[in-house]
């Protein structure tokens, strides 16, 4: 009984500690970029991340640190998500943006139709997904 009542509160207390929740936007957000994913992850939504991670970083880095852009992962199996990927419609791998502009969202799109079958062609997932977010920050 010890050993149960133990292992529950390490587990509450695990999942309070790496909880995952939005940023908060700010007057100048501009794009919200959001990746979900299952716990146990295939090398194809790995590499979805990576190369949306990689864009960012190396192409909107300036946004990124003034937030501009807000770029954020989300495990949609964590219970604390459950609301975002309710709104999202994310119930696996999925990458989507969502615009906002006088304090309003809209979002544009679900990527993963994109993302998926170009991921395995860099040159190509890297170039389009550059032209969606540019498209956005406008």
Known sequence: MKKTFFLMLALI??????AQK????TNKTKLLVYYFHITN???????IETLTTKVLNETYKTELDSG?????????????NKELCKKY???G?????????NNKETKIDDLTQFAFPKVHTED???????EKINEQLK
């Open 89 to 91: 419609d994310a119930y």
């Open 22 to 25: 939005p940023q908060p936007t």
């Open 13 to 18: 207390v695990s999942t309070s500690l790496f």
């Open 41 to 47: 992850r295939c090398n194809t939504c790995r590499s």
């Open 124 to 130: 190509i997932f890297i170039k389009e997904l550059k």
């Open 68 to 80: 501009i852009i807000i770029f954020q992962s989300f495990n949609v199996d964590l219970p604390e």
């Open 93 to 101: 791998a999925t990458l989507a943006l969502t615009k906002i502009e």
